[in-house]
């Protein structure tokens, strides 16, 4: 009886030691829940990047303000342009404060490039739209004009105008992809 008397606190002591490592085998656990974090973080974005701003003054370097001024019909007196890279946002005015025109070009991720379409030109609400050949997007009259946009693999272009006619952001999309090489 004495032996087990004297194993009893041992086997008790060996208890706590084994509760012990366990609670560092936990410590050792949260460590590993670090890198899962990362990896969602380096996902591509869901929905397509906040709508470009004008920042500055500047011809827009893939269309001609002629060219535009002719298939919008309203004279350019300003071009401002935002700060995207590689490409910026045109913005063609009408006066010193109105816009007329907007062309954003988006090139990076495919996903991306078609959720900035699908934002612009949701499908449930416009006609389909597949010009230049191997582009897709859709094109609709709005309220405060006409919208077209076409992606093709990582890259999307969304031409709004404030004439009501499709066919207008239709070719100015068509020049901004040829000028661009896309």
Do not use: H
Not at 111 to 116: F, G, Q
Request: aromatic share 4%.
């Amino acid at each position: 009886m004495i032996r087990v008397s004297r194993v009893l606190p041992s086997l008790l002591l060996l208890g706590v030691v084994a509760a012990c490592g366990s609670t560092g085998t936990e410590a050792q656990s949260a460590p590993q829940a670090t890198p899962r974090a990362e990896q969602s973080t380096s996902r591509a974005p869901e929905g397509p990047p906040p709508a470009p701003e004008p920042v500055a003054d500047g011809p827009c370097p893939y269309l001609d303000t002629g060219f535009v001024a002719e298939k919008n019909g309203q004279l350019v007196p300003k071009v401002r342009l935002s700060a995207d890279e590689p490409t910026p946002t045109c913005f063609f005015y009408a006066s010193a404060t109105e816009v007329q025109l907007t062309v954003r070009v988006y090139e990076g991720e495919a996903a991306v490039a078609k959720s900035v379409v699908d934002e612009a030109a949701p499908i449930a609400d416009s006609n389909p739209a597949k010009a230049p050949a191997g582009w897709e997007g859709g094109s609709l009259a709005t309220g405060a004009g006409a919208v077209y946009a076409v992606a093709k693999g990582g890259s999307a272009v969304v031409v709004t105008s404030n004439q009501k006619q499709t066919v207008k952001p239709k070719q100015i999309a068509e020049e901004a992809i040829t000028n661009l090489g896309l």
